[in-house]
């Protein structure tokens, strides 16, 4: 079974429509994993083993009774804890949540990927209300790298891309407010998608800041990325704040040409600050795309901190109540940037909002000359566990908030990213690049990562296990 769940979710469909494997035989297998893996990772804040081996029977007999079964039958994958399973709290990281009801229906991502006939498997670590970048948690104990243990997951999804890094399950769930999504899958190498700001519901998800929440998957493989964002797509009359827009779905178009595509570089703000081995990523890809061009978004720090602006307002006035009532079970880096976005002034958040409606226009309107830009993900490689400080462009910085020094600008104008793992000869750990299109064109920039996959530029292997 190693090798399947070493594999791809496409290739445990194909081995349970075949008869080659049960869907129950796979689940085991990965509930098996987890338990011997996880005390590691710190991926899992609860495991639902009972309702996996449940619908994996389920699947089982529906091929078994001739019936057709999804394009993703029998495939293992988890959520971020901030995604609605029912009967579990729905905990979004935090200390305070686990006093909750436990959820009376399943978010409608977790029931459209089990309409494709993938198997939940359980619910995963995260920053405390997604107000993170390191993937360490104050009440769950943090993420951590499986390329390295020591070293970071990011975050704050940092158990979705631990747990498929480390080969738990193929597929994971996760959101991206300023990175969420982008920063774990540069850090421990896994295939990452920020769909377009109001492409897929949010119905049944804990919020952080509604105007800049993202959903999106996580994969070891290109394929996997995109079978399980089309499964997802789709109106929901649940999520009134989704976007009124025709699906467009991937996977048949994943092996198009791309030759055709003008792509570029993104240079100024984006080739400034990060170590050398995040603008060396970059080059690799860009060669391989054969990019000649660099192109900048004017003013993309004025919209780093326009995005922080608005992060921290929203995120205050969502959590006012629990911060006047409960501020001690917070973690005290959440709660002090949280009561900090309480008392910034109204106008300004007025006049970021404004910015951002500039921002945006600005770069659509440089898509009008492109089709894809390249820009790092993050930074560096995975710092270290506990690591506060770290020196980029000749300054000593914070680690937490700096880690989203590439993805926020890109939230900021809602764009559609996939991000890929990028690894140098001679090191351990990867660090991503981000492949950024224009709004609803998520098939462009994950029709660029596979022909970056197939070319054997970009890769998320399982991490090494003793």
């Known amino acids: 079974m190693t090798p399947l769940l070493d594999g791809s979710a496409q290739g445990i469909a194909a081995a349970v429509r075949g008869g080659a494997a049960s869907a129950v035989e796979v689940t085991k297998a990965a509930l098996g994993r987890i338990e011997a893996r996880d005390a590691a990772l710190g991926a899992f804040t609860d495991v639902t083993a009972e309702r996996a081996l449940r619908k994996a029977a389920e699947v089982d007999a529906a091929r078994a009774r001739g019936e057709r079964i999804g394009p993703l039958a029998g495939a293992p994958f988890a959520v971020k804890n901030l995604f609605d399973v029912k009967g579990l709290p729905t905990l979004a990281g935090s200390k305070i949540n686990r006093d909750l009801p436990p959820a009376e229906a399943d978010a409608t991502l977790v029931c459209r ?193 326009a995005a922080y602006l608005i992060t921290m307002v929203e995120g205050a006035a969502l959590h006012l109540k629990r911060l006047q009532t409960r501020a001690e079970d917070f973690d005290p880096d959440v709660r002090d940037r949280l009561i900090a976005g309480a008392m910034l002034p109204g106008a300004w958040v007025a006049q970021a909002q404004k910015f951002r409606r500039l921002f945006r226009a600005q770069a659509l309107d440089l898509f009008r000359e492109v089709d894809i830009l390249l820009a790092p993900a993050t930074p560096c490689r995975a710092p270290e566990l506990g690591q506060r400080t770290f020196v980029l462009g000749g300054k000593k910085m914070l680690v937490r908030p700096n880690l989203g020094l590439y993805t926020q600008p890109i939230s900021f104008t809602g764009l559609p990213v996939a991000a890929v793992p990028v690894w140098t000869p001679g090191e351990t750990l990867p660090i991503g690049v981000q492949i950024i299109a224009p709004p609803w064109r998520e098939d462009l920039a994950l029709r660029a990562a596979r022909v970056l996959e197939r070319d054997g530029v970009v890769a998320a292997p399982v991490a090494a296990f003793a």
């Open 113 to 305: 990927l089990e309409a494709a006939g993938a198997i939940l498997v359980g619910a995963l670590n995260m920053g405390e209300y997604a107000y993170d970048f390191t993937g360490q948690n104050a009440h769950d104990g943090p993420s951590r790298n499986p390329h390295d243990i020591a070293r970071m997951t990011g975050g704050s999804s940092g158990g979705a891309a631990a747990a498929v890094a480390g080969g738990l399950v193929p597929i994971a769930l996760g959101s991206d407010t300023n990175g969420s999504i982008r920063v774990p899958s540069s850090f421990c190498g896994a295939f990452g998608l920020k769909p377009t700001y109001g492409r897929l519901s949010r119905a049944r998800t804990f919020p952080f800041v509604a105007s800049l929440d993202h959903l999106g998957p996580f994969a070891r493989n290109v394929m996997d990325l995109a079978l399980a964002y089309d499964a997802m797509l789709g109106r929901d009359e649940a999520d009134p704040a989704q976007a009124d827009v025709a699906p467009q779905p991937a996977a048949a178009s994943l092996d198009e040409s791309i030759e055709d595509l003008r792509i570029a570089r993104l240079g100024g703000y984006f080739a400034r600050s990060g170590e050398p081995c995040a603008f060396e990523a970059v080059d690799r890809v860009a060669a391989a795309l054969k990019v000649e061009r660099t192109v900048e978004f004017a003013e993309a720090e004025r919209a780093r901190a």
